[in-house]
């Protein structure tokens, strides 16, 4: 597999992400802003979504989870909600033989019982079929919710502690067990579209993540700022509650804005 330095020179504090996670925010108002339909601006998600996967395998991105669904998002009008569906159906049927060429492992994190059969059957296929890839993980969250991922892994681990009688917390790697997908740690967070909330995305796995919030809203985002992202990223210092050693970088404080790719 091809991989690229992700450091630029003169510029590496940290090591890359080893899970990169995106709030794909303003599809909505990207097609609004053109005159164009709420669905377009999904599509062109999409699409943008397709690049960004790409860019991350080329970089080798271990873990990259896309919230494309959320629990709260069944709120939206049905037919917009079909688009998101259809959507993440043609994204697995016309994408499946590609993802597995470049060795990229597909997983769904979320309540997707309540999902389309179809959409279910067709997620199942490319989950299936790459099941073995050793290259990156692509995680799509889709009817997900982070407190309801919390909610549920207390219920499992109760069932647990009923059926065993030993009532000790779950360690580290048993809570990893009761999350949806196992992952590690969010190391990155990124929000297009301008607003600064976590929208009860990863609440567990984002205890320590660097987050970055954009004004670009997600069709625009490409390659150049992922990039751009990445550069920033490595320069924070990250203390993970201890003491850390350096001062931190200039111009990389916690939520900082970056402007449009220059
Ligand atoms: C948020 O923008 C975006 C979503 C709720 C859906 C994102 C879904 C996709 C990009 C396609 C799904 C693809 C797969 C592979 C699962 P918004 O609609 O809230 O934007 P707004 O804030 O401008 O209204």
């Not at 709420?38 to 690049?51: D, N, P, V």
């Not at 896309?66 to 688009?83: G, M, V």
Request: aromatic content about 8%; charged content about 25%; some cysteine.
């Amino acid at each position: 597999m091809k991989t690229r330095n992700l450091v630029s020179k003169g510029q590496s504090n940290n090591p890359g992400p080893r899970h990169l996670a995106f709030i794909m925010d303003g599809n909505g108002r990207w097609a609004e802003s053109r005159g164009m339909n709420r669905s377009q601006g999904h599509k062109a998600g999409l699409k943008a979504l397709e690049r960004i996967v790409l860019a991350c395998s080329e970089r080798n991105i271990p873990y990259v989870s896309f919230y494309a669904f959320s629990t709260e998002n069944w709120k939206r009008p049905a037919r917009e909600i079909r688009t998101i569906f259809l959507l993440m159906d043609l994204f697995f049927r016309r994408r499946m033989q590609d993802l597995k060429k470049r060795n990229i492992r597909i997983l769904v994190s979320g309540d997707w019982e309540a999902l389309p059969a179809r959409s279910r059957e067709i997620a199942e296929t490319c989950i299936r079929e790459t099941a073995t890839a050793t290259g990156i993980t692509v995680n799509l969250c889709m009817n997900y919710g982070g407190q309801m991922e919390m909610r549920r892994a207390c219920a499992l681990w109760a069932a647990r502690s009923h059926e065993t009688g030993d009532y000790s917390l779950p360690d580290e790697t048993e809570m990893r067990e009761l999350l949806y997908s196992g992952l590690p740690d969010v190391d990155l967070m990124v929000r297009t579209g301008g607003d600064h909330r976590i929208s009860n995305f990863l609440l567990y796995q984002m205890a320590y993540a660097e987050l970055f919030f954009l004004e670009q809203p997600w069709p625009d985002f490409e390659e150049g700022l992922l990039q751009r992202v990445l550069n920033s990223f490595q320069n924070r210092e990250r203390r993970m509650g201890g003491l850390g050693g350096a001062a931190p970088a200039r111009g990389t404080k916690q939520g900082a804005r970056l402007g449009s790719p220059g």
